[in-house]
């Protein structure tokens, strides 16, 4: 009798972002494919290409072709978290856009993608520094959306 297993093999994607100048932003390490599909409510595969210039990032994608501010992209796991600096940098960014609502936190699909990073990240060093992040950005999000994403971390841990 032969068993069939399903493999566990990591498939490993074709990144489709690239640095097109020497000098990079100093934001520039939380721009994720991710990030650009939940902003512009697109799969990844629906992506061409993700350029990073000096001082803005050009998405190119199926019906997409759009620059973006390096602060539109959320903070990430993985990289060097967020200093004064880029707080600032979101802060004014915020502070452009048209809503008086939307003028003090971000935007609403960073909760979502934080959660979706969540749930990627289920190893304890990961999760510890996920709630870490979290702890830096809560200025971010209004009461019910923090305690939302804490709400899921809870989980996540009492797994």
């Known amino acids: ?4 297993t399903q ?14 100048s020497p000098v990079l932003h100093r934001l520039a390490r939380f721009v994720t494919e991710e990030a650009v599909c939940l902003m512009f409510n697109i799969k990844l595969e629906d992506i ?22 390096y602060a539109d992209f959320p903070p990430i796991v993985g990289v060097a978290p967020p200093n004064k ?4 940098k979101w802060r004014q960014r915020w502070r452009r856009q048209h809503e008086a609502s939307a003028r003090k936190q971000a935007p ?6 934080l959660q979706k990073e969540l749930w990627q990240n289920f190893s304890p060093p990961m999760l510890n520094n996920w709630d870490e992040l979290l702890n830096s950005i809560e200025f971010a999000f209004n009461e019910a959306t923090l ?4 709400a899921c971390y809870q989980f996540t841990i009492e797994k």
């Open 147 to 150: 305690k939302q994403l804490r």
């Open 85 to 88: 600096i880029d707080i600032i």
């Open 1 to 4: 009798m032969v068993s069939f």
């Open 7 to 20: 493999s566990k093999e990591i498939v490993i994607l074709e990144s489709k972002l690239t640095h097109k």
């Open 108 to 113: 609403m699909w960073w909760a979502e993608f």
């Open 48 to 69: 061409y290409a993700v350029e990073c210039w000096r001082y803005i990032v050009y998405v190119h994608a199926k019906g997409v072709s759009k620059f973006v501010s």
